[in-house]
């Protein structure tokens, strides 16, 4: 199966159209209601929670955009549907309520985020959710085993690879060499036979998406466009953007 067209119809929201000063923080319904005013798509990120519920959020852990500094996994949707969020009334959503708000309006790209330790909840947990919804969606991992979860989970579900050139920065210290070797180069792509790669706008081109995007057919996103120059650069090399900190021209 070949990504759907909507998945590079429109340029897409990163965590929604969000703008802290006007008080649309990412991945709240602000950010979300904003996307889709503009019609954009939109980018979202889950996290598992301690009683296996997807909730919308970037971080593994409170306290950069919120309250606190516990890990999401060890505490309950109930737990983090009360979280305090600075400079804003709204709340954590559920998937669920995520779904509900956009209805199908414009098309969503959930990002997996994962602990890279083979546990599937999260992506059992959204299967589940998706299948009561009937609007445009695609689904997304850095992680080859939550991909290769989608393929067995959903097989009808458009899945993607987030993905980078090299993977030796600090973030990506806590991934033994094992780990980081079928990431490197989309070497997972036979395993995990993704629909659609999403890969860092600064490292395009670059040939591993080359190859997926004009052999294999896959569609190329570009993340994350802040700048003109990036903005320049995935439109030389990629399919679409995922974009942030600006809003794109009609």
Not at 57 to 76: I, K, V
Not at 170 to 198: C, E, S
Request: overall charge neutral; aromatic content about 6%; charged content about 25%.
């Amino acid at each position: 199966m070949r990504a759907p067209d909507w998945l590079t119809a429109r340029p897409i929201a990163h965590r929604g159209l969000h703008d802290r000063a006007r008080g649309a923080i990412e991945n709240m319904p602000a950010a979300i209601n904003a996307a889709i005013a503009g019609n954009f798509a939109i980018e979202v990120d889950i996290q598992l929670t301690a009683d296996a519920e997807a909730m919308v959020h970037h971080d593994d852990t409170l306290g950069r955009l919120n309250e606190g500094s516990a890990a999401l996994l060890d505490l309950t949707t109930a737990e983090l549907k009360q979280a305090r969020f600075h400079d804003t009334a709204e709340r954590m959503m559920a998937l669920g309520d995520l779904l509900d708000l956009v209805g199908g309006r414009v098309p969503l790209l959930i990002e997996l985020k994962s602990h890279f330790d083979g546990d599937r909840k999260l992506a059992t947990r959204l299967t589940q959710v998706l299948a009561r919804y009937r609007g445009p969606v695609a689904a997304m991992s850095f992680d080859p085993d939550q991909v290769l979860a989608l393929r067995q989970l959903a097989p009808k579900l458009p899945r993607g690879i987030t993905a980078e050139r090299r993977y030796d920065d600090a973030y990506w210290d806590k991934l033994n060499q094992a780990q980081r070797n079928p990431m490197v180069a989309l070497r997972h792509g036979l395993r995990t036979r993704p629909h659609f790669i999403a890969y860092r706008v600064d490292d395009l081109p670059a040939p591993a998406p080359w190859i997926a995007q004009k052999v294999f057919g896959c569609a190329l996103l570009a993340w994350t466009v802040r700048t003109p120059e990036q903005r320049r650069r995935a439109a030389d090399h990629a399919d679409q953007m995922i974009f942030e900190g600006f809003v794109p021209e009609p």
